[in-house]
């Protein structure tokens, strides 16, 4: 069973006022090298949001296999079922819970760095001790852990 991270966001409108009811639709989809063999990924995961415009999806951590190709697409509905905001190219580096912005913030040089293993990851947790209970093929040398404590 792949490890999953629990990916969270609010949906306001413009005036910051939350949005009930819209729908959050997260596509992954690409390859990925496991056990020295090749294998297509894909999965598909909804989330409608609450009265608050809250709303999370435990999506498949893609940070674990040998060649980082594969990626989340997060597509974000309002209320009248109208897109409102699209992110392509998503990376989930760990299993630690993220919110989309800081998700959309660090995938692209994370995404890089699990391919260059000079390269440093940016992993935000809120504790040390979340950071080192992850599984060993969710940490590498070069990572760099923001603690943020909240």
Known sequence: MPTKSTVSGVLQDASLAPIAGGKIVATLSGSDIFDSGVRIVTNRVQATTDDQGAW????????????????????????????????????????????????????????????????????????????ADLPAAQKRAADVVLVTGV
């Open 56 to 131: 999370s999806l435990d999506l498949i951590v893609n940070g674990e296999g040998e060649n980082a190709t594969s990626s989340w697409a997060v597509e974000i509905f309002n209320e009248f079922a109208a897109s409102v905001h699209k992110v392509q190219n998503l990376f989930i580096a760990t299993g630690d819970p993220i919110t989309l912005g800081d998700l959309e913030k660090i995938s692209a040089a994370n995404k890089q760095a699990a391919t260059d293993a000079a390269k440093s990851r940016l992993v935000i947790a809120t504790t040390f001790k979340e950071y």
